[in-house]
């Protein structure tokens, strides 16, 4: 099979072979209705319904009990939605009639109902929807699973939580659930975050609602604590007395791109460090589990969370992009970062002393992400080969995922010369035909099992915001401000700086490459 192509295989959806799972989670069946609110936005089109699609091609969403209703105030008809979503679903010409045919059947299950987020009339026509959908199945009442993924602004959460809990649940608790997903960024501090919080539990308790961060749904995101806990090399060495600093980057190489307008209310700090990289953070550094149930996995992350100190002033450099204010829907005198460097601390007995740093950007010189721990010196350097660089482990997300050690080695040949080189873990290669599942797609089915491992707790996400609040206000409030970068560059110079002051020390001469097939 072409790498990058899926493999169509059924499944059933209540087979579960993963590790941690629930027992108590296991076989659910019954009408399933996945609503998809804001479904004329971005995240929709570009995101959703793929990872949907994606997922009935695999078997997980049966015609004969799924029905997807996308909701929003845009005024279309069913087929003007799906001729969108099949705009998103079929992006070759040359694509194969099989491929066409699997498009128009999943679309045969795709509906909508326009309405507004506010009014009971919208969700009240929506429940009706859903209840002549879950008749049509044969549904028990009680018996019916509904799933209301919110891809909207976290402006609206409130009005349309209230809205579903009084209009749309399903309608008794025997058997069937109601699940809601919120989509990041979940508040724009402390304070909003509570706020939200509080207001969306007052109307759902904390096991129907998933916050979502697809980045805890990607490949090497979800291998890290397997990685940390099954491999006996790693458990010596990871700690303070042999790592000398983490990197958790985020780099793009386009801007903001008709997101202007979103983007400048948040920054790259609550777009992408607080969130995604914090979450990566978190696994990288919490104490190993007592088991893989998801309160367990959550109870670690909070206690890493917790023991970061305050962010240091000068532990930070923000940037800004040049041209990023010739965007209309930005201010011209924005004071919003798209580059971020964060200097994070630990303070526990395994990290203590030793930086992590956090970076992220837009408009860079190139696309990844990536882990890239440090590890000190070899004390009593008899080959004196320090300034060749230091070992190595990096986790590259994205793209081309892959692990690779970088190690000192003889150089081969008649001299004892010594030369850096790497012991690679590229998936493309390693993992022929396999087909890496998108992120969304696996955080969907994992709500549709009711699996909380990979979504983010509430108190989890109090303790993110508490790390951060401080600065972002003190940028709100214009103190700190960002420099300017060229597009396509680096970023700001002075980030380099503080990465080489937090004890980076930069390999040159040496660049992995991706091996190709
Ligand atoms: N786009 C992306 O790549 C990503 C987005 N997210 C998050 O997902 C959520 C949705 O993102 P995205 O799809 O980009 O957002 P959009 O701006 O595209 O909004 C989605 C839909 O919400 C409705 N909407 C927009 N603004 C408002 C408003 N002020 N009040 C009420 N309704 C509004 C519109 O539908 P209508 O007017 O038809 O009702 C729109 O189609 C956000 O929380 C975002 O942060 C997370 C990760 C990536
Ligand atoms: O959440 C977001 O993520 C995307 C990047 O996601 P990736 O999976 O392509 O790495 C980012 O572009 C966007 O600004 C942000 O909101």
């Known amino acids: 099979m072409e790498s990058g192509s899926w493999h169509i295989e059924k499944r059933d959806i209540s087979r579960s072979e993963s590790f941690g799972r629930d027992v108590d989670n296991a076989p659910e069946t019954g009408c399933l209705s996945i609503v998809v609110l804001g479904a004329s936005g971005d995240l929709a089109k570009k995101k959703t319904f793929p990872a949907l699609y994606h997922l009935f091609l695999q078997g997980f969403l049966p015609s004969e009990e799924v029905h997807i209703f996308g909701y929003a105030r845009t005024k279309i008809s069913d087929d003007e939605l799906r001729n969108r979503i099949r705009g998103y679903l079929i992006t070759d010409k040359s694509a194969s009639t099989e491929h066409l045919d699997n498009v128009t059947k999943f679309l ?19 429940d009706k929807e859903i209840a002549k959908h879950e008749l049509s199945k044969n549904s028990v009442e009680g018996s019916s699973r509904r799933l209301f993924y919110l891809a909207l602004p976290p402006s609206v959460y409130p009005s349309v939580c209230k809205m579903i809990r009084h209009n749309c649940m399903n309608k008794s608790d025997l058997g069937g659930w109601t699940r809601i997903v919120v989509e990041k960024p979940f508040g724009k501090d402390l304070e909003s975050a509570e706020q939200l919080s509080s207001q969306i539990g007052q109307l759902f308790d904390e096991p129907q609602i998933y916050r979502i961060d697809h980045y805890l749904g990607k490949e090497l995101v979800q291998n890290l604590l397997v990685l940390r806990f099954a491999n006996r090399f790693f458990l010596p060495l990871w ?23 979103y983007f400048d209310e948040y920054g790259i700090i609550r777009d992408i460090i607080q969130n995604h990289l914090l979450q990566v953070l978190c696994l990288v550094a919490m104490e190993k589990p007592v088991s893989l149930k998801p309160e367990h996995i959550r109870d670690e992350k909070v206690k890493v969370l917790q023991s ?56 860079l010189n190139s696309r990844k992400a990536e882990i890239r721990v440090q590890f000190k010196d070899v004390p009593g350097d008899i080959f004196k080969c320090k300034k060749q660089g230091r070992n190595e482990f990096v986790i590259r997300l994205q ?3 892959a692990m690779y050690m970088k190690l000192t080695v003889k150089q081969p040949g008649l001299e004892m010369l010594t030369v850096q080189s790497e012991l690679d873990l590229s998936y493309r290669q390693r993992y022929q035909g396999v087909t890496i599942p998108e992120a969304y797609e696996r955080l969907i089915l994992d709500t549709i099992r009711g699996d909380q491992q990979h979504f983010v707790r509430r108190d989890e996400l109090k303790a993110a915001w508490e790390i951060f609040t ?8 214009g103190e700190k401000k960002p420099l300017p970068y060229k597009p396509g560059s680096r970023g ?26």
Do not use: C, M
């Open 108 to 126: 045969e299950l795709v509906k909508y109902v326009s309405g507004s987020y506010d009014s009971e009339e919208g969700f009240q026509l929506l």
């Open 239 to 261: 700690n303070r007395d042999n790592i000398d600093n983490v990197q958790i980057v985020f780099r793009e190489d386009f801007g903001t791109e008709g997101r202007g307008g």
């Open 308 to 363: 970061v100190l305050p962010i240091k002033d000068e532990e930070v450099v923000l940037g800004q992009y040049e041209a990023y204010r010739d965007d209309p829907t930005v201010p011209d005198h924005s004071n919003t970062p798209t580059f971020a460097t964060v200097v994070l601390r630990i303070h526990n007995e395994r990290w203590e002393g030793v930086p992590f740093i956090l970076k992220a950007g837009k408009a």
């Open 399 to 401: 793209p081309s995922e």
């Open 470 to 477: 401080p600065l972002l206000h003190r940028i709100d409030d």
């Open 492 to 517: 700001p110079e002075a980030a380099d700086e503080l990465l080489a002051k937090a004890g980076y020390v930069q390999t040159h001469g040496y660049i992995w490459i991706p091996p190709t097939l």
